[in-house]
């Protein structure tokens, strides 16, 4: 049956708390606007001048190179994890997600201390004739570093697709004669087609709001340019922050009719998935999943490791003395919550866009979704001033609370494509049936709809953790006065130029989110076991 | 189907207990103020000043709540909580951002005997901040690259052929627009602005910041850079055998200029007491001879020398100039260096 003449009006209630949860998105778009309207700088001067025009096409283009390397490199690492008998899968499975968790500011600098001229690459190949490595900056740079830290916004929402795709399409193509790659080609990329492209969506947002490896690896985007006049031009900051809004509607929007009509076969739970045995490409495979996090994982950690161990080597770093239990619960912690609220608040008009014809689901889910392409510090300077100047908000200024919503404003595009994903395959006949045997809207949603989801779901909460856990320009504006996270002492020390304790802290937030994305993401999205 | 039901019915109860137990454990590091309370926005990173504020804490029994980040947002920010603000102090890495903070009105004037403590030089001429640390603008060389007798006497001389993308530097960061700034206020207006572009047309290297570029001559990724002193006192002090050293431009030029970190009262604290003993706490010698001995800076009260291997500070070639201008001619600044494109290098 046709998905879209299935589709029944939305109940109100849905269509309400939809429309008040875009709302709260809105809120930095809407301050945006309000303050272009009123500013001296006019969009249409900032738009024709060359210097802007130069940083948002550089924008666009290395968004666009990064999203479509981000995509292929995605879908396949998910699906070697998710469906290959490749050797130490399950390993791959927590270490594949990993790289999402670097801080740019500080992956970036460790990635290209490792990879760069005269870093630890150089040294390691110097026996094989290597002199002299390439530059890692500019366009190639960013494109590669971006693409090595966002490849797991397609991994995850795809894997998490994969294990809750029936076997039996794929058997049934195999046992008629279709060779493996055309069974991939033919059966699993249609069906796990809405997963890449939300996936995709998510890396171009991420590379347009990015500020921290552009910034490093010194290309010059738009963020840079809205970073260097956010204290003296800031009616220009703001209306460069809108031009970044506009590009990611357009995109979000775009991307929404791609999605759309995609053939879904139902989601199921199933102890039994089809596990494609590689063959002889077993061990190349392998070979090349272990190149590919080398550079992802390995190399920046390499440098970490190297400055940590030199900092205590000398003498200036003190392991015992580094205090860092408050600022892991604080990041852990926050993290969680985060990603709790961020999963539960977007499910109405997660619902709402794939189930049902309301004409509130497409504005409210293009405004939960452009929310990510905003650059940090544009979000964050919004929600300082939105909040004080706002009477009944501004006693949530600095509170919990109100970084929590900061938080979800804008890593909240996360959950709901995957949530968005996962109800699209959520197989409408077992509601229908529980529905005529008499099952009421919450009891059907706790008994069928959640279940099938959780896959989806937590991929989704994993991602908007893992943003969570590395934020920085949100968390050192709004959070309460003395709350410190992993990213923010990363950060200082960077500033400080204490790498030693950087990479230190760097190492930590890595192992918590490792540990974290292996509890609640992979754990409980994977059914094998 | 019922398993997976089940197990998504004990996985939520679990994740909701625990994110409340993390929630309990958390709380009680963010303390809603009190009385002997005092609210510090701090520019300068928490291993460039936490120690202290701890000691301060210590003598006195007032507890401080502070806020790192960068100087700049901090500035922006006290800016935005106008008159609601509960800040007590504003702790700058740069003259630039509590110059910001000066021309909006934000500050309050410092008493008489904290001025005194430091030169005229490092304060503000209407008393509404005051100096703490000192660092100086140098050129940071890679010594298996570079002979440092072929490195010049001038910052306005990088602009020569023999350095065509081998300098490295850092358009967006304080430190080098406040020395642009001093730079127009010293040579003049034409004289930046040609070394600004000709610097871009001479294949400058566009970092983030200082850290960035420190490491990167280290590794021999680019030959030299204009940084702060002591990002490579730092550095050496993780690692001796970086094979990098300072270059001290000659005296009296433009490219030493000292660049002083900054204190400032915010207007409207109703702790001014409190906070003033917190600005004579930081102008002390104990937390003066911390500024010289843990981070290499400068101190800039008299009687507490500088750390033994940096040139002491009367033989160095500083710049005076009026702090003030360095504040208010920052907007400029910020245009002449995007209209250079030397960040678009």
């Known amino acids: ?529 | 189907m019922p398993r997976s039901a089940r197990r998504f019915s004990t996985s939520v109860p679990t994740l909701v207990t625990s994110v409340l137990v993390l929630l309990a454990l958390i709380a009680p590091a963010c303390s809603t103020g009190g009385d002997d309370r005092l609210t510090v926005y701090s520019g300068r990173t928490k291993g460039l000043i936490g120690p202290l504020l701890d000691e301060f804490n210590e003598e006195t029994g007032i507890k401080i709540d502070v806020r790192y980040g960068d100087s700049a947002d901090l500035a922006l920010q006290i800016d935005a909580e106008g008159d609601k603000t509960d800040v007590d102090i504003f702790i700058s890495q740069s003259p630039g951002a509590v110059g910001f903070l000066d021309a909006e009105g934000r500050l309050a004037e410092l008493s008489q005997s904290e001025l005194d403590q430091v030169a005229a030089d490092f304060r503000a001429g209407d008393g509404q901040w005051v100096g703490l640390s000192g660092r100086v603008r140098v050129l940071v060389y890679n010594t298996d690259l570079v002979d440092p007798a072929d490195l010049p006497d001038s910052v306005l001389d990088l602009t020569a052929p023999e350095f065509k993308g081998r300098v490295a530097v850092a358009p967006n960061n304080g430190s080098f627009q406040d020395f642009v700034t001093a730079m127009r206020i010293e040579v003049g207006e034409d004289v930046a602005e040609d070394w600004l572009s000709g610097m871009a047309a001479n294949g400058a290297r566009p970092y983030a910041n200082n850290t960035a570029i420190v490491e990167a001559v280290g590794r021999g990724e680019v030959p030299m850079g204009l940084v702060n002193h002591y990002y490579l006192a730092k550095a050496k002090a993780e690692d001796p055998d970086i094979p990098a050293a300072n270059h001290y431009f000659a005296e009296g030029d433009m490219g030493s200029l000292l660049i002083v970190t900054a204190a400032a009262i915010v207007k409207g604290s109703d702790k001014s007491e409190e906070a003033g003993r917190l600005i004579d706490f930081l102008l002390s010698k104990a937390a003066q001879e911390f500024f010289a001995q843990q981070t290499y800076e400068y101190p800039l009260v008299q009687g507490v020398e500088p750390d033994g291997s940096l040139p002491a500070l009367a033989s160095l070639p500083t710049t005076t100039i009026d702090l003030d201008e360095l504040g208010a001619g920052l907007a400029r600044t910020a245009e002449l260096i995007q209209d250079s494109g030397l960040d678009r290098n």
């Open chain 1, 1 to 529: 049956m046709d998905a879209a003449a299935r589709r029944r009006p939305a109940p109100f209630g849905i269509s309400l708390t939809s429309a008040a949860v875009a709302l709260v998105f809105a809120a930095p778009l809407l301050y945006l606007v309000s303050r272009v309207a009123v500013g001296d700088v006019r969009l249409r001067t900032v738009v024709a001048d060359p210097v802007t025009r130069d940083a948002l096409w550089n924008t666009i283009v290395l968004a666009t190179l990064v999203a479509v390397s981000a995509a292929v490199v995605g879908t396949a690492l998910a699906w070697v994890v998710a469906r290959s008998d490749v050797p130490f899968r399950r390993f791959f499975a927590v270490l594949v997600p990993l790289p999402l968790v670097f801080p740019s500011f500080v992956g970036a600098l460790a990635l290209r201390a490792s990879i760069s001229p005269g870093g630890l690459l150089e040294s390691v190949l110097g026996p094989f004739g290597v002199e002299r490595l390439p530059q890692v900056d500019g366009l190639l740079g960013s494109w590669l570093v971006l693409t090595l830290f966002t490849y797991p916004y397609v991994q995850l929402p795809v894997a998490a697709r994969l294990r809750s795709l029936s076997p039996s399409v794929e058997e049934s193509a195999r046992i008629l004669g279709r060779r493996p790659l055309a069974v991939f080609f033919q059966v699993v990329l249609p069906q796990t087609r809405t997963a890449i492209a939300a996936g995709t969506l998510l890396v171009f947002l991420y590379a347009v709001s990015d500020f921290g490896a552009v910034d490093l690896l010194g290309y010059p985007a738009l963020t840079r340019v809205i970073y260097a006049n956010r204290l003296l031009r800031r009616d220009l900051a703001l209306a460069l922050g809108l031009v970044l809004a506009i590009v990611a509607l357009a995109v979000t929007v775009a991307e929404r009719r791609v999605g759309r009509n995609a053939a879904t076969l139902p989601s199921v739970r199933t102890k039994w998935s089809r596990t494609v045995p590689l063959g002889r490409w077993r061990w190349p495979v392998f070979g090349l999943v272990v190149f590919f996090l080398l550079n992802a994982l390995v190399a920046p950690v390499a440098s970490l490791v190297h400055w940590t161990r030199r900092g205590m080597a000398s003498g200036s770093l003190d392991v015992a003395d580094a205090d860092l239990w408050t600022p892991v619960l604080n990041t852990a912690g926050i993290g969680m919550v985060t990603a709790l609220v961020a999963v539960v608040v977007v499910l109405p008009v997660a619902f709402l866009g794939a189930r049902y014809r309301s004409p509130v689901a497409g504005p409210a889910l293009t405004l939960v979704v452009a929310g990510f392409a905003l650059p940090g510090i544009v979000i964050a300077l919004s929600m300082v001033f939105l909040s004080l100047n706002t009477p009944f908000l501004s006693g949530l200024y600095q509170t919990f609370p109100l970084l929590v919503i900061a938080y979800v404003v804008h890593f909240g595009a996360q959950s709901v494509r995957a949530a968005g994903v996962a109800i699209g395959a959520v197989p409408s006949r077992l509601d229908d049936a529980a529905r005529m045997l008499g099952a009421d809207r919450l009891r059907r949603l706790v008994r069928i709809d959640l279940p099938l989801m959780a896959p989806g779901l937590a991929a989704g909460a994993g991602l908007v953790l893992l943003s969570t856990m590395k934020e920085l320009p949100a968390t050192l504006l709004l959070a309460p006065t003395g709350f410190e996270t992993l990213a923010t002492r990363i950060w200082g020390a960077t500033e400080a130029n204490s790498l030693a304790e950087a990479g230190l802290t760097a190492i930590v937030l890595l192992l918590v989110s490792g540990v974290l994305t292996w509890l609640l993401v992979v754990r409980r999205a994977d059914v094998l076991d």
